[in-house]
C-alpha cells in the first residue's frame, strides 16, 4: 500500500473521485458536505478539469445528466435535503441509464433538520429516492480509507452497469480525519459505445432518452432494465463479518455505528455475551445471504441505526422474520455509545423486548 496521508472524509471522497479518472463536478454548498466541493474548486482547475457551483442543486445534477451522456466520469455531492432536490435528476440518470457519482454525506431531518451526522436517508438512498421503478447501488464507508477505496469502486460499478451509484456517508464519516492512502486507486475502463460523443458520419445516431410514449416498449426497457439490476445482486454484494464464528447476537450496522457496534462486542464479549457483526458495505444490493445463514445460528438480530429503524426492515425482510429483530438507535444528529449498544445486547441476551 502507498504512504498514507492525513485526510477529511470528505476531502478523501474528493481526490479519491480525481485519482479514479473524474475531471468534471458539480455541486452547491451544504453542511456537512461542503468540504468536497471545497477540494475540488481548488483541484479540477489544477487538472484541466471542470468544476462548477451551480445555482442550485438542481442545475447541478442536470449538469451530471449532460456530461454523463458523453461517457466522462462526473459526480455531485450534497447532504440530505440537497439530494432530494437532485432525486428526479437521479430519476431521469437512471431512465437514460447514465452513470453517475452520487455523494450523501448526511445530516438530520426531515426538512432543514440540523446539521448534525444522521443515517436516516437509508429508505431515500435504497429504494430509489424518486419516482420510477429503478435502483441505485448504495455504498456504506465505515472510515475515512473507505470514503476514498468505495468512491473509486462506485465509478467503476456506475460504468459497468450504466446505474447511478451512491456514497452513502454521514456528517461523521465526512468531517472525521484519518491515515489514507490514496494512491492504491485502481480505474477499470469500459467501452461506451453509447455515449454521444459525434457520429463524424461513421456510426449510427446514438439516443440518450427517458421518455418512452409506447407502453410496450417502456415495459420491455424496465424488464431488461431489472435483468441488469439482478446481475448486479449477484455479483456485486459487499459487507464485513466481525466476531460472528459463534455468535448467538448478531448486531446488523452500517457507517459510523458499525464502529460504535464493534466497540461494544469487544464489551460484551469480556461479559461472555457472543456478540458479533455483519456490517453491510453495500447498502443496495443488500447482504441478504449472510443474514439469512445468520438466523439459523442466532438467536436474534440488533439493528444499530441513527435513525428510527430503517434498516431494520431490510433485516427483518432478509432473515424472513425467523429470529427476533430489535432495534438500538439515536436520531436527530445523536450517535449510539458503545455502552448503549452494549445495554441492548445485554437486553437481547435475556430475551427482552428493545
Known amino acids: 500500500m502507498s504512504e498514507k496521508v492525513l485526510m477529511k472524509g470528505n476531502e478523501a471522497i474528493a481526490e479519491a473521485a480525481i485519482k479514479a479518472g473524474c475531471r468534471h463536478y458539480f455541486g452547491y454548498p451544504i453542511t456537512p458536505q461542503t468540504e468536497v466541493a471545497a477540494y475540488m474548486s481548488k483541484r479540477?482547475?489544477?487538472?484541466?478539469?471542470?468544476f462548477l457551483q451551480a445555482e442550485s442543486e438542481i442545475a447541478a445534477i442536470n449538469m451530471v445528466i449532460g456530461v454523463s451522456s458523453t461517457g466522462k466520469r462526473v459526480m455531485t455531492?450534497?447532504?440530505?435535503?440537497?439530494?432530494?432536490?437532485?432525486?428526479?435528476?437521479?430519476?431521469?440518470?437512471?431512465?437514460?441509464?447514465?452513470?453517475?457519482l452520487v455523494v450523501n454525506v448526511q445530516r438530520g431531518g426531515p426538512g432543514l433538520g440540523g446539521i448534525q451526522p444522521s443515517q436516516s436517508d437509508y429508505f431515500q438512498a435504497t429504494k430509489g429516492g424518486s419516482h420510477g421503478d429503478y435502483h441505485n447501488i448504495v455504498l456504506a464507508p465505515a472510515s475515512v480509507q473507505e470514503m476514498a477505496f468505495l468512491t473509486a469502486k462506485g465509478f467503476n460499478l456506475a460504468d459497468k452497469y450504466r446505474m447511478v451509484c451512491m456514497i452513502l456517508a454521514d456528517g461523521t464519516m465526512g468531517q472525521m480525519m484519518e491515515p489514507v492512502a490514496i494512491d492504491d486507486i485502481v480505474i477499470e475502463e469500459v467501452e461506451k459505445p453509447w455515449a454521444l460523443t459525434g457520429t463524424e458520419c461513421k456510426r449510427p445516431r446514438n439516443i440518450v432518452n427517458s421518455l418512452y410514449l409506447k407502453p410496450?416498449?417502456?415495459?420491455?426497457?424496465?424488464?431488461?432494465?431489472?435483468?441488469?439490476?439482478?446481475?448486479?445482486?449477484?455479483?456485486?454484494?459487499?459487507y464485513e463479518e466481525y466476531m460472528m464464528e459463534d455468535a448467538d447476537i448478531c448486531l446488523v450496522a452500517f457507517g459510523i455505528t458499525a464502529r460504535v457496534a464493534k466497540n461494544a462486542i469487544?464489551?460484551?464479549?469480556?461479559?461472555?455475551?457472543?456478540?458479533?457483526?455483519?456490517r453491510p458495505i453495500t447498502l443496495w444490493p443488500f447482504p441478504k445471504k449472510p443474514l439469512l445463514a445468520a438466523a439459523?445460528?442466532?438467536?436474534?438480530?440488533?439493528?444499530?441505526?441513527?435513525?428510527?429503524?430503517?434498516m431494520m426492515q431490510d433485516v427483518e425482510l432478509?432473515?424472513?422474520?425467523?429470529?427476533?429483530?430489535?432495534?438500538?438507535?439515536?436520531?436527530?444528529?445523536m450517535i449510539p455509545s458503545p455502552e448503549e449498544v452494549l445495554a441492548a445486547i445485554e437486553k437481547a441476551d435475556k430475551g427482552g423486548a428493545q
Open 44 to 50: 479540477m482547475p489544477k487538472i484541466g478539469g471542470t
Open 77 to 100: 455531492s450534497s447532504s440530505s435535503p440537497g439530494v432530494s432536490l437532485k432525486s428526479e435528476g437521479i430519476s431521469y440518470l437512471a431512465g437514460c441509464d447514465l452513470p453517475a
Open 216 to 238: 410496450e416498449l417502456l415495459e420491455k426497457t424496465n424488464f431488461e432494465r431489472f435483468e441488469k439490476y439482478k446481475a448486479v445482486e449477484e455479483n456485486e454484494v459487499m
Open 266 to 278: 469487544v464489551a460484551a464479549r469480556a461479559k461472555g455475551i457472543k456478540a458479533g457483526l455483519i
Open 296 to 310: 439459523d445460528k442466532c438467536k436474534c438480530f440488533i439493528s444499530v441505526e441513527m435513525n428510527m429503524g430503517q
Open 318 to 333: 432478509a432473515t424472513r422474520c425467523k429470529k427476533p429483530v430489535y432495534l438500538c438507535n439515536r436520531t436527530g444528529g
